[in-house]
Nanobody, 115 residues
Framework: QVQFVESGGGLVQPGGSLRLSCAASGSISSIYMGWYRQAPGKQRELVAK???????IYEDSVEDRFIISRDSAKNTVFLQMNSLKPEDTAVYYC??????????WGQGTQVTVRS
């Protein structure tokens, strides 16, 4: 199974930007990829996804602020996060949208938005 390693998180002020990266251990060319997040005390949620063909879909709260992209040649998926809000604070994970338990979950990357 392909494994994923997330990076790029950090502490940012409201209105700031971050770019997350997800490096895969194998080919992602046929994988429907997504970025998830889990805030303290809340369930993990899918916030952005991108098909094998580059079609993107976003959860309402991040629409127009986040951009998901993929570089299948480099087996990497990105999440550009703009206009960040305190409610975006969470641990962010990437995974196969159709079979997340197949690959398991990585360690994630912490995003903290505060003044």
């Amino acid at each position: 199974q392909v494994q994923f390693v997330e990076s790029g998180g950090g502490l940012v002020q409201p209105g700031g930007s971050l770019r997350l990266s997800c490096a895969a251990s194998g080919s992602i060319s046929s994988i429907y990829m997504g970025w998830y997040r889990q805030a303290p005390g809340k369930q993990r949620e899918l916030v952005a996804k991108i098909t094998q063909y580059g079609i993107t879909i976003y959860e309402d709260s991040v629409e127009d602020r986040f951009i998901i992209s993929r570089d299948s040649a480099k087996n990497t998926v990105f999440l550009q996060m703009n206009s960040l809000k305190p409610e975006d604070t969470a641990v962010y994970y990437c995974n196969d949208v159709l079979a997340p338990m197949g690959s398991g979950w990585g360690q994630g990357t912490q995003v903290t938005v505060r003044s």
